[in-house]
Structures are given as C-alpha cells and as structure tokens.
C-alpha cells in the first residue's frame, strides 16, 4: 500500500465550488505539506504543517484553506475554486530532520471550468 | 529572480550522458537535492549532497557542487528511456529544512 495517498486523484468542478482534497500518511510522520505544480512553474508551496496544531502558509495561500485532522491526516479547500486553481495538486510528508526527505502522494489533477 | 533556477528542457540520445544543471541563490543553502517526477507520479527523492561535499556518486548518477558559483549538476551516465522523466533541483537550510524547488527539467531520452 502507498504511503502517501490522496483522494480524488482527478476532479473536475465549476467555478465558485467548494472543493476539499484530502492527504493520509502511514508514514508517521509529523510534517505535511501541499504543494501545487503547473507546467513551467515547478512545485510552489501553498501550506505547511510541522505537527497538528500547527499550520502555516506557504508562498500562494491565497484561496485556500488547510485542516490538520490528525497526524495521518491533512485537507486542502478551495472555498470558492477559480479557473486559475486549475493544477497538480501534491501532498507530502517528512520527518523533519537536516537531510528532509520529503515523499509525496500520487497528486490531484484539478479542473476548475 | 528565482531562488533555484533550472533550464526547462533536455534531450539526449539513448546511451549518452545526460547533464542537468541548477543554480541556486542562497550561500546558506545547507542540502541540495535531486527529485525525480515520472509521468503520473509524486516526485521521488533521487539523491542529495551537503554542501560542504563537491562530489557524490551513487552508480550512474554523479552529483557536482561549485559552492563559489552556487551552481548544481546531476549527471546520469548511459542514459536510458525510463530516465526520461522530469528532474527537480531543490535546496534547503537549517531552521525549517522545508525545501525550496526549481522550475523542473523535462527530460527526452529519445532512440
């Protein structure tokens, strides 16, 4: 079984929706992030959680909205999705430590139309 | 300008070496790394060096560090199609180790 999953792996919706992606790890790790990829534009981090009372937003957290349900768990929302929210959404884990590998999830492919 | 900088593209010939290039801005960058993302999938780690090394081998891939010109090359000997994929430079320090990545290089591994 993956370490890493996420649900749904595609989903298309409409603008002004409210869209959760959900992220659960068996890694047992502490850190979770989200990160979206658009072509050209690489991996940018949107929010961060270094335990379950702590969430902290990354470069573009404009839009979205993160819950730390539990250490195995991590949600992203997008209130009301927009065209522009069209991307790869990744989920990843980590321990924390000065060698941080970070694994990822499978991704999301989100439409907004 | 960006943090980690990467060129988008690189197509080499089956059996060739391939070299993919990096260059952060950051002197206090502590690790750097190398991910791998196949079509589909999460990105993977595939290696990553301190920064006081110059050098790391791991079987076909050679990792370079030029500290002074904060510049990072991943070379891949022998050059298969299931290395075509796409490759991310990343580069962290201490204090919240979160990394920061690169653009991403595409690479075509073709006949």
């Known amino acids: 079984d993956a370490d890493v999953t996420q649900t749904p792996r595609n989903r298309i919706t409409k603008t002004g929706k409210r869209i959760m992606l959900e992220c659960s790890q068996t890694k047992g790790h502490d850190r979770m992030y989200w990160y979206r990829q658009d072509p050209g534009l690489g991996l940018r981090l949107i929010y961060y959680s270094f335990d379950v009372k702590d969430i902290n937003k990354g470069e573009i957290s404009d839009g979205y909205s993160v819950s730390r349900q539990a250490q195995a768990k991590f949600s992203l929302s997008l209130e009301s999705a927009i065209p522009n929210q069209t991307a790869l959404y990744f989920c990843?884990?980590?321990?924390?430590?000065?060698?941080?590998?970070?694994?990822f999830g499978p991704g999301t492919r989100l439409t907004v139309l | 300008g960006e943090d980690v900088e990467q060129s988008l593209f690189l197509s080499v010939r089956e059996g060739d070496s391939s070299v993919i290039n990096c260059t952060y801005t950051?002197?206090?960058?502590?690790?750097l790394y190398w991910y791998k993302q196949e079509p589909g999938a999460g990105l993977q780690l595939l290696t990553y060096?301190?920064?006081?090394?110059d050098m790391k081998q791991d079987q076909r891939l050679t990792v370079l560090l030029n500290k002074k010109d904060k510049h990072l090359s991943l070379r891949i000997a022998d050059t298969q199609t299931g290395d075509s994929a796409i490759y991310f430079c990343a580069e962290s320090k201490g204090g919240s180790y979160i990394p920061t990545f690169g653009r991403g290089t595409s690479l075509i591994v073709h006949p």
């Open positions: 060096i301190f920064s006081n090394m």
């Open positions: 950051d002197s206090s960058s502590t690790y």
């Open positions: 990843a884990t980590s321990v924390g430590r000065e060698v941080d590998t970070q694994y």
